[in-house]
Nanobody, 124 residues
Framework: QVQLVESGGGLVQAGGSLRLSCAAS????????MGWFRQAPGKEREFVAA????????YYADSVKGRFTISRDNAKNTVYLRMNDLKPEDTAVYYC?????????????????WGQGTQVTVSS
C-alpha cells in the first residue's frame, strides 16, 4: 500500500503562486511515475502534470505548460507542483497519484494510488 498526502493548497489571487506537495509513504514504487490531476465542480478529473520516477521526464497539460512545474525529491518520496501565474480557471481540487508502471501518464487509469486532494481557489 502507498499513502499519499497532499498539502499546500489555498486561496490566492489571480497571478499569484502556490506550491503543492505530495508525500508518499508505505511501499513506494520506483518503476512508475507520479502525477497531478485536478477536478473542478461538475467536471471530470483532468491531467495536469506528471514526472517519471527515474528519468525525470516531465509531462504537462497544454493549459498549464509554461506556468506549472513538476519536480520530485526521491529521497523524501515527495513530488511538488509549483504553480505560477494562477488563473481563476485553475480553481479545483488537486490530486496527486502514483503509477506502478510507466505508460500514458495523461490517463487516470495508469495510476494505482491517489491522495485525498487539496483545494486550490484562485480569485479574480
Amino acid at each position: 500500500q502507498v499513502q499519499l498526502v497532499e498539502s499546500g493548497g489555498g486561496l490566492v489571487q489571480a497571478g499569484g503562486s502556490l506550491r503543492l506537495s505530495c508525500a508518499a509513504s508505505g511501499r513506494t514504487f520506483s518503476s512508475g511515475g507520479m502525477g497531478w490531476f485536478r477536478q473542478a465542480p461538475g467536471k471530470e478529473r483532468e491531467f495536469v502534470a506528471a514526472i517519471s520516477w527515474n528519468g525525470g521526464t516531465t509531462y504537462y497539460a497544454d493549459s498549464v505548460k509554461g506556468r506549472f512545474t513538476i519536480s520530485r525529491d526521491n529521497a523524501k518520496n515527495t513530488v511538488y507542483l509549483r504553480m505560477n501565474d494562477l488563473k481563476p480557471e485553475d480553481t479545483a481540487v488537486y490530486y496527486c497519484a502514483v503509477a506502478r508502471y510507466s505508460g500514458n501518464y495523461h490517463s487516470t487509469s495508469l495510476y494505482t494510488y491517489w491522495g485525498q486532494g487539496t483545494q486550490v481557489t484562485v480569485s479574480s
